[in-house]
């Protein structure tokens, strides 16, 4: 059986002692590819290397690509050949690592070309023709593109060229987050398929709220006051009453959604396996469940804010408005129309009245 058959069979399902057999046979007559490199490695680093891929042999053989795959790269730390360089692609692409499986196999084809091996290149152009239509890739489309804009793919940050971005990913959840000064957060998970061509189009929502001004209307002359009766203090405190009740009702508003992002959060919570924290997680599940929490807490601690704010701000139309409504002096006779218009500053967060009295 020549080289390239083996490293063929070996590739294919088979029984741990034909895998056994075919690992032996290469080492035997294959001594250059596992084991040559530029600087030779001492008698004890070969006997360590030799030693390890009999390991990698069984763990292969059994199915443990994980642990094959840890002494591969103990092995490649001694010496770099395409064999391990092939068999290293090779336990990335039975784990699901497709993108990583894919870059070794290319090295391991372009080495063994440089080493002169034309049957290690053709079995590694081979796996790789195989592999190109199973790896994913995912878009991600922003709009608008604004200065500071990021984004980031489970948490590591991309380039973003012309409003987009195409990679290659594993398949899997894929969790993706896109962010820019005065833009809202955006979050979202996408599970890709093998071989899928997704796309995520991400639409960024402005953080200010839109001031809508209402002109006056067009004055008209008042009926003249009773003195005694009605005066325009009782106007001034009854639109403060008004402004302090649409206050609260905001205040309302917000806790009622403050507490409906707590609740989501303590729902995650109990998604996370137990002795599970978001600090380093690895799961990707896990890390689209940290990525919710996050952003349950976020909106929960800004709803709570800006409860607290507009209570405050309710509390003090109301205590102004009783102060204007005893201590306000009584109007003389006449024929002045009162006009108030409420204010809104969103930066400030502030609301007030202005007009004539």
Request: aromatic share 6%.
């Amino acid at each position: 059986m020549d080289q390239g058959a083996v490293i063929r069979y070996l590739a294919a399902p088979s029984t741990a002692r034909r895998v056994r057999a075919i690992l032996s046979a290469l080492l035997l007559t294959w001594p250059h590819l596992a084991f040559a490199q530029a600087t030779s490695p001492s008698r004890t680093d070969l006997k360590l290397a030799r030693d390890l891929f009999a390991k990698v042999e069984a763990d292969e053989a059994a199915g443990r690509w994980d642990a094959a795959l840890e002494k591969l790269a103990r092995i490649a730390g001694i010496k770099v050949t395409a064999g391990i360089l092939f068999h290293t692609a090779l336990c990335e692409e039975r784990l699901g690592r497709l993108v990583a499986a894919q870059e070794d196999y290319k090295e391991a084809q372009t080495k063994a070309r440089e080493d002169g091996n034309a049957s290690v290149a053709a079995t590694a152009r081979e796996h790789l023709d195989a592999l190109g239509p199973r790896v994913p890739s995912l878009t991600i489309a922003v709009e608008p593109i604004s200065d500071g804009v990021e984004v980031y793919l489970d948490g590591n940050l991309i380039p973003l060229r012309a409003g987009s971005s195409v990679l290659q990913v594993d398949p899997g959840p894929r969790e993706v987050r896109v962010q820019a000064p005065g833009m809202k957060k955006f979050t979202t998970t996408r599970i890709v398929g093998e071989g899928e061509r997704a796309t995520i189009k991400v639409q960024l929502e402005s953080m200010v709220l839109p001031v809508v001004l209402v002109p006056a209307p067009a004055a008209t002359p008042a009926p003249t006051p009773r003195e005694g009766f009605w005066t325009t203090g009782h106007t001034v405190a009854v639109s403060l009453f008004g402004l302090g009740l649409l206050a609260t009702t905001g205040g309302v508003a917000f806790t009622l959604a403050s507490n409906g992002s707590a609740s989501e959060g303590d729902r995650l919570r109990t998604q996370l396996p137990p002795s599970t924290t978001c600090a380093q997680p690895t799961d990707p599940t896990i890390i689209a469940t940290c990525g919710r929490l996050r952003d349950a807490q976020y909106a929960h601690d800004n709803q709570a804010t800006m409860a607290r704010g507009f209570f405050i701000a309710g509390g003090a139309f109301v205590a102004t408005g009783v102060v204007v409504w005893l201590v306000w002096p009584k109007d003389k006779p006449n024929t002045e129309r009162v006009v108030l218009r409420p204010t809104f500053d969103v930066h400030a967060r502030a609301v007030g009245l202005q007009g004539t009295f």
